[in-house]
């Protein structure tokens, strides 16, 4: 069936270093997809999104990486800081299946001192 | 700005007794608004959604049902709680439009609903 899933469930890094987050996909249908962090007791937030248009997207300290031929999905995440500890969840969506996400299962990201 | 409000943030009830959690968005018109579950450790559940007052699509069977009796108010209610119920609730909005396949503008989220039925 279609999933879009997280390679790892957890990943610890030291401050300063840069993160990076996979996420693999199986519908190569989907046509956007979108990072977000979600902190201990909050809802979901949004980080950055890519098209399948696009293979690279960058934000503030974030970038996206889509690599279609494989269905991988990445976030790096530069120097990254304490305030990034938190569990970050990929989604896609499909145009047919409008603003329905399909969301993975989540990275829980520790960022040590 | 847009805002979205959820209540409670924290909730126990018993077995069998009924729920109901709100869910508001204010500075837009017309959004669309979803009910997600989060179970502990997990990824998101998409329950219901709607484009419209009165217009609501479930994607799951399940104990729960949602009303959309006003442009901008969301509610997630049982008549009967199980203990299979308890969860993360996560209302969402998104513009108007993005149902019908404009899909640059994602979801927003509240800040959830802490569910335990005892």
Known sequence: ??????????????????????????????????????????????IIDIRSNMDKRQGQRVTVLLNK??????????????????????????ETSGSRLTFGEGTQLTVNP | SQTIHQWPATLVQPVGSPLSLECTVEGTSNPNLYWYRQAAGRGLQLLFYSVGIGQISS????????????????????????????????????????????YNSPLHFGNGTRLTVT
């Not at chain 1, 989907?30 to 902190?39: G, L, P, R, T």
């Not at chain 1, 494989?70 to 499909?94: N, W």
């Not at chain 2, 209610?77 to 513009?95: E, I, N, R, T, V």
Request: contains cysteine.
């Open chain 1, 1 to 46: 069936g279609e999933s879009v899933g997280l390679h790892l469930p957890t990943l610890s890094v030291q401050e300063g270093d840069n993160s990076i987050i996979n996420c693999a996909y199986s519908n190569s249908a989907s046509d956007y997809f979108i990072w977000y962090k979600q902190e201990s007791g909050k809802g979901p937030q949004f």
């Open chain 1, 69 to 94: 031929t494989v269905k991988h999905l990445s976030l790096q995440i530069a120097a990254t800081q304490p305030g990034d500890s938190a569990v970050y969840f990929c989604a896609e969506m499909r």
């Open chain 2, 59 to 102: 994607e799951v069977p399940q104990n729960l049902s949602a009303s959309r009796p006003q442009d901008r108010q969301f509610i997630l209610s049982s008549k009967k709680l199980l203990l299979s119920d308890s969860g993360f609730y996560l209302c969402a909005w998104s513009p108007a439009g993005v149902a019908q396949g404009d």
